[in-house]
């Protein structure tokens, strides 16, 4: 489990990340990029998760050159990791 900082980044993570696969933008982008370099490298310190912590860095780093069925199928690959870790809820 993270700390609730690292938690509510996670959190904004999902949601920046449901908001660009459906309004996709070159800011959108740039901002999700940023939060997905935040935010990986608290995964693999904290959690010791390098397989999630390795898809959120590849996730931000993807945009906008994927195609958004790409991004989608990464997305949920995340969260289902995320699941598992139990970073994420089962419903998210």
């Known amino acids: 489990m993270l700390n609730e900082n690292a938690q509510k980044l996670f959190g904004d993570f999902i949601k920046q990340s ?3 696969l459906s309004s ?3 800011m ?3 901002e999700l990029d940023k939060l997905c370099m935040q935010l990986y490298p608290i995964v693999a310190r904290r959690l010791g998760d390098l397989a999630l912590s390795n898809s959120i860095r590849d996730f931000g ?4 050159r994927k195609q ?3 991004l989608q199928a990464l997305f949920d690959d995340i969260l289902s990791q995320a699941q598992s870790a139990r970073l994420a809820p089962a419903d998210d």
């Open 28 to 30: 959108a982008a740039l």
């Open 18 to 20: 449901r908001d660009y």
């Open 61 to 64: 780093r993807s945009l906008p």
């Open 24 to 26: 996709p933008g070159i």
């Open 68 to 70: 958004p069925e790409e």
